[in-house]
């Protein structure tokens, strides 16, 4: 076989496997006029390589895109270095629909993109190519990691019965707000509340209907919150509220907002109506104290006060 017949081979081989190979090729001249589409990019786009060579890509896939893209390309043809568009940037350039069995759950290919400057025969960056990469799997694979794990952190810090924040979490919430008090010197305030004779609810109604009605107060607690309040669960039938930038007195009004619509609002269940009070401690931070620890405790002494002086109240922390 002569040299030429040799090199003639090498090149219809690499014209077959750049036809076949299982990644997108594309090359683009200065203008984004396409000169080469491999038979990945035919195979998704619906679209054959005679039909499209010399054609605008832009101009044939109006929905790239185009004014960030082209941005992309031109510094690649201008500092003649390779770009890299990953999935996670944008999950895909090309809207291909996705075909894998496995994977079934996306409706378009995930993709990586590599832009690549190819330089002429003189060593001129005169065109680009674009290699697309089918990121599918590792894409889904790693969204429901994600998705499983954000489900996770949810379950950890959140109470099964309520969706209100557990304990845990909440006193994190807690320690965070005093800890920015103390850099920013913003009044908070801290809201306990417990419901009263709740042991009765329970031997009257039974535990099932005891639960139903802290999932009622938890609700009717929810729907009296502000974004920036971190309310939690903070035992069986004890509530905690963190009211940022809100003093004493504020808390007091937000307080006897919700003492009273916990007391007008009935729980029915089945045949059964249920109503039930709180008795409620509010403790704003205070220059006296030391540590989180301190202030819940007086926020816990103003809601025994309030349980001790007759219950369904509101009592705001004072200092003996
Ligand atoms: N149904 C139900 N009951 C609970 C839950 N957690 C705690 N309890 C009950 O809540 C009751 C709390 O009773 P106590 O601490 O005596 O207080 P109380 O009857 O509410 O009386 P005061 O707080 O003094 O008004 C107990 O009977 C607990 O068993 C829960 O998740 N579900």
Sequence with gaps: MSHDQSAM????????????????????????????????????????????KDKNLFEQFDDLPSTWLKQKMESVFLLKNRAFISWEQRPYIFKFKNYRPITGRADFM????????????????????MIVYDVTDVAI????????????????????????????????CMQREFDRHARYGDETSLVMFDIDDFKKVNDNYGHTIGDKVIQH????????LRETDCAGRYGGEEFSVVLAKTSATDALQFAERLRKKIEETALVY?????????SIGICDIQDELENSGQWLNCAD??????????????????QK
């Design 217 to 224: 107060i938890s609700h009717l607690l929810k729907q009296s």
């Design 141 to 172: 694979n790693r969204l429901q990691l994600k998705g499983a794990n954000e489900r996770l952190e949810y379950l950890s810090q959140t109470d099964g019965l309520t969706q209100l924040h557990n304990r845990r979490h909440w006193q994190q």
């Design 110 to 129: 995930y993709q990586n993109v590599t832009l690549l400057p190819l330089s002429s025969l003189t060593g001129q960056i005169t065109h680009i190519s």
């Design 270 to 278: 089945e045949d059964q109506t249920i109503n039930v009070t709180v």
């Design 301 to 318: 002494e103003a809601l025994y006060t309030a349980k001790d002086t007759g219950r369904n109240k509101c009592v705001i922390y004072k």
């Design 9 to 52: 081979n090498e090149l219809h081989w690499l014209i077959d496997m750049v036809q076949t190979i299982e990644v997108g090729l594309v090359v683009l001249d200065k203008n984004f006029n396409i000169q080469l589409w491999n038979g990945f990019m035919e195979n998704h786009s619906g679209v054959s390589p005679n039909s499209i």
